[in-house]
């Protein structure tokens, strides 16, 4: 697991992957630091000033959410995390071997991120995203039981709140299309699988009965991480955030992840099934 890499995908929402990393870039680099961040940029500095300032607030914000402020020396100094901004897609896909899809990268192994100039997408969405990715899994460390649903749920809760609203919206769609895979399904999901081929499930359906369900690999990807984030933000509104760290507390201390949410979520649910049960009934509403 350690070097893992995770994409932010261009698609629907914001997706990501693990491949094996990349070659060092190679290119010349201009550099602006702020206290957690050395961004690396090749355009004119304003632009990675904006970054360094979103970032150290984003930093914060997601820090203190997870509980995670006594650790934060980790972030400074020497171990600041380095944001690489790639003048444009096709230079960013090309110096850092990410497929098409994506948008952005986080690299736990070089404690960097990757992406590319020129939107309000960077610094709106992919930038919190990646950096959630870098913060959770210094929390929880790569020992622990940990589905990649959760990993991906909880950067996708750092865009915005709109963006929250937006997410469980569609999968209130997918639900209501019969189109949603068992979390059984996706938590033994193995995403660097997908290949052109199309992808056939047996689900259940709104009514209890079983139905085929068939995906293009794009298809996949979306429904993938689209039900990811729902679930990330129905656990974390519905039984609230103390309760949420104290699940991903229990899985960093590796406990298997049936175990954890049975022990954070027992007045609830006891399992997997459990909490799939409560959050289609979530999504039913
Ligand atoms: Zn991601």
Known sequence: MKGMRIFLPAALFL???????????????????VDHFIIFHQDEESFARKVGEKAERYYN????????????????????????????????????????????????????IASYAGSENFTDNVLPHEIAHLIFRDFVGFKGDIPLWLDEG???????????QLIQNSAKK?????????????????????????????????DGSTAILILSPEQLINTFYLQAA?????????????????????????KPLEKALQSAYAEYFKDL????????AYLAK
């Open 273 to 280: 099934k459990g909490l799939e049960k409560a959050w289609r």
């Open 230 to 254: 729902s679930l990330v933000g129905f656990m974390r509104e519905r039984y609230g955030q103390d309760r949420f760290a104290r699940f991903c507390r229990d899985l960093r201390d590796e």
């Open 61 to 112: 914000s997601i820090a203190h959410d997870m509980g995670y402020a006594r650790y934060s020396k980790f972030w400074s100094w020497e171990n600041r995390v380095k944001i690489y901004i790639y003048p444009d897609k096709a230079e960013y896909l090309k110096n850092t071997n990410s497929p098409e899809w994506t948008e952005g990268l986080a690299d736990y192994k070089n404690r960097s």
């Open 154 to 164: 909880i950067a996708q809760w750092w865009t915005t709140s709109q963006k929250n």
């Open 174 to 206: 997918l639900y209501e299309r019969d189109a949603i895979l068992s979390l059984d399904d996706i938590t033994n999901f193995n995403i660097q699988d997908i290949g052109n081929f199309r992808y056939v499930k047996k689900v259940q359906t709104k």
């Open 15 to 33: 997706l990501c992957l693990c491949l094996s990393p990349a070659a060092a870039p190679a290119q010349e680099w201009d550099t602006f630091k």
